[in-house]
C-alpha cells in the first residue's frame, strides 16, 4: 500500500484562513485598546482609541476589500 499523496493547494483554502487571521488580529486589537481604556495597561489613552478604531477597521472592512480582490471569475 503506497502513501496517500499530498493535497494540492487549495487557494481558497489559504484566501479563507488569512482572512480569519486578519479578524482575529482586529479582535485582539479591540481588546488592547479596551484594556488601555480601562487604565490596565498604563499606556496613553489616544493608543487605546486608535488601536480601537484600527481594530474595527481589521474586523469589518479589510476582510471586504480582500474578498472583492481574491473574487473569482474577473
Not at 7 to 22: G, N, S
Amino acid at each position: 500500500m503506497s502513501p496517500p499523496e499530498p493535497a494540492a493547494h487549495d487557494p481558497a483554502k489559504a484566501r479563507f484562513l488569512i482572512i480569519q487571521a486578519v479578524r482575529l488580529s482586529g479582535v485582539v486589537m479591540g481588546v488592547l485598546g479596551a484594556l488601555i481604556l480601562g487604565e490596565i495597561l498604563p499606556l496613553p489613552r489616544f493608543a487605546g482609541y486608535a488601536l480601537l478604531v484600527f481594530g474595527a477597521i481589521d474586523i469589518f472592512i479589510l476582510p471586504l476589500f480582500l474578498t472583492r480582490r481574491w473574487r473569482s471569475g474577473e
